[in-house]
């Protein structure tokens, strides 16, 4: 009598837990370690290669979906926000913009596979025009945009966007075109990158930050993010051997200028801005709009066109405070803790 093929062994990994994003084979296997999920979000962490959407019971309440409303999500990312509003706007489809083409198809995928109607499109929410040519609409009736990173983005290190993983300085939204990070950190010269620091990162030590990496690249250059994250952290005073994060909430040194080098990359606030301007004008009347923020320059953007569009009697109403996620979301999820739900419903 043969005895049964054993099951193949998992890759083994140094220590006694995952390090690297692709050792942590529970939490990229939902569907077989539910149990794994849970216990990484009881500790304030996010499962690899998962997104939990932000401020989803406060975009619900802003947008006030229901049956057969058009609904377009201009940062589609993991779809977690399409998902849900997609279940309460049901039959009508969802429209799902996103610049990233990789993870979309993967989101389509998803939400299909639970059902969701989803009209994909690739591109960036500045175009929202061409979106709604293709649709052949003229508005749609509730509209996000989440301006955040999704954690697949962050999670992955061949994508280059987080300090956490080694891997190539990319940070490119869409790779099929631009330069990437690597590129733009070795042309810039120290003002250019000091404004960076300032505007995109509200780094108080930008000039030191700058000054180290353009010493740190005529040495050799700046190809991982290993490489940035060190000579950040080293500008800092921060020995990078023996830094520790203090807990789930603690933001990392490099934090600031990951996020001003990503920011300016994919010319995100020059996006923003058209976005804006386009908004009133892609709303049917009473249509609603949420915009999740993440940096106070977003902040300053979208409040001044929501406060312009109440004055020109675009909007009847608006939130220009920025609401703030709750304490518990933001222990179940660190990565929200910047987070500022705006909204504003269209004149009719």
């Not at 933001?330 to 504003?344: C, E, G, I, Q, T």
Request: glycine fraction near 8%; proline fraction near 6%.
């Amino acid at each position: 009598m043969t005895e049964p093929p054993r099951p193949p062994r998992r890759k083994r990994y140094r220590g006694t837990h995952p390090r690297r994003f692709e050792e942590r084979y529970k939490e990229l296997n939902p569907e077989k370690y539910a149990s794994e999920q849970a216990k990484v979000r009881a500790q304030g962490r996010t499962p690899a290669g998962t997104h939990v959407p932000v401020m989803l019971n406060e975009v619900l309440a802003a947008l006030k979906p229901s049956p057969g409303r058009v609904y377009l999500d201009c940062t589609l990312g993991f779809g977690g926000h399409a998902q849900a509003i997609g279940a309460l706007v049901a039959p009508a489809p969802v429209i799902g913009l996103d610049l990233d083409a990789e993870e979309q198809a993967r989101t389509r995928a998803r939400l299909a596979a639970l059902g969701i109607t989803l009209h994909a499109h690739h591109g960036n929410f500045a175009g929202l025009a061409k979106v709604l040519k293709a649709e052949q609409i003229a508005g749609v009736d509730l509209l996000l945009a989440d301006l955040g990173v999704s954690s697949m983005q962050l999670d992955r290190p061949e994508r280059g966007f987080s300090f956490k993983h080694e891997g190539p300085l990319d940070m490119r939204m869409d790779r099929s075109r631009g330069q990437t990070a690597a590129e733009m950190l070795a042309a810039a010269d120290e003002e250019t990158l000091v404004r960076w620091l300032s505007d995109f990162g509200d780094e108080p030590k930008a000039a030191a930050v700058a000054r180290a990496i353009v010493q740190a690249r005529a040495l050799r250059p700046l190809a991982t993010s290993r490489d940035l994250a060190e000579v950040v952290m080293r500008a800092l005073g921060i020995n990078p051997r023996r830094y520790k994060r203090r807990g789930p909430g603690d933001t990392h040194p490099a934090a600031r200028t990951f996020q001003a080098l990503r920011m300016a990359v994919n010319r995100e606030l020059e996006n923003l801005e058209q976005f804006l301007r386009d908004l009133p004008w892609v709303l049917n009347a009473s249509g609603r709009a949420a915009i999740i923020t993440f940096h106070s320059g977003e902040e300053r953007r979208v409040r001044a066109a929501l406060q312009a569009g109440l004055e020109a009697g675009h909007f009847s109403e608006a939130e220009l405070a920025g609401q703030a996620p709750q304490s518990r979301e933001v222990f179940d999820n660190p990565r929200a803790r910047s987070a500022r739900l705006f909204w504003a419903q269209r004149a009719v």
